[in-house]
């Protein structure tokens, strides 16, 4: 069966996430049966962090800032979910469906699969979207 998706409902949530004047930090976008649909947003990551559970697939788009006391910026990341406990069927499905969705959550700066709910964690996507962020500016000391 083919996967659909609820495109008004997704690219609303996505401008919505990519919005400076809007609160909106994250959206998730979950299946109904054979349709991707946006089944949440918020602001706050620990709500973001209870969207995914050990039995499902899902995606998530975050704007997350970065940068300095210098200079901040808003950086975007896109996320992959796919619970331990999903079938090899579904999990052989992820890579088209990814391509689906793709057509509309387009414009990020890091891709991440995660798979355990241990790599749901701001630091490590802060760190991912450090660097990506090509020059990283450090005090010069080097770790030895």
Known sequence: MTTGLDRDTIRSAYEDVRSDNSP???AVF????????????????????????????AFGYLRLQMGDEMSKRK????????GPNVSVIN??????DKAIIKDII????????LESQSEIDIDQF???????GG???GTGIRDL
């Open 24 to 26: 909106t930090e994250w």
């Open 30 to 57: 979950k299946f109904d049966g054979a349709r991707i649909i946006c089944s949440a947003r918020g602001s706050d990551f620990t709500e973001f962090r209870t969207q995914f559970s050990d039995d499902e697939r």
């Open 75 to 82: 950086k975007f990341m896109f996320v992959t979910w796919v």
């Open 91 to 96: 999990r052989a499905k992820m890579s088209t």
């Open 106 to 113: 387009s414009n990020f700066a890091v891709e991440l699969q």
């Open 126 to 132: 802060k760190d991912a979207l450090n660097r990506a």
């Open 135 to 137: 020059a990283n500016y």
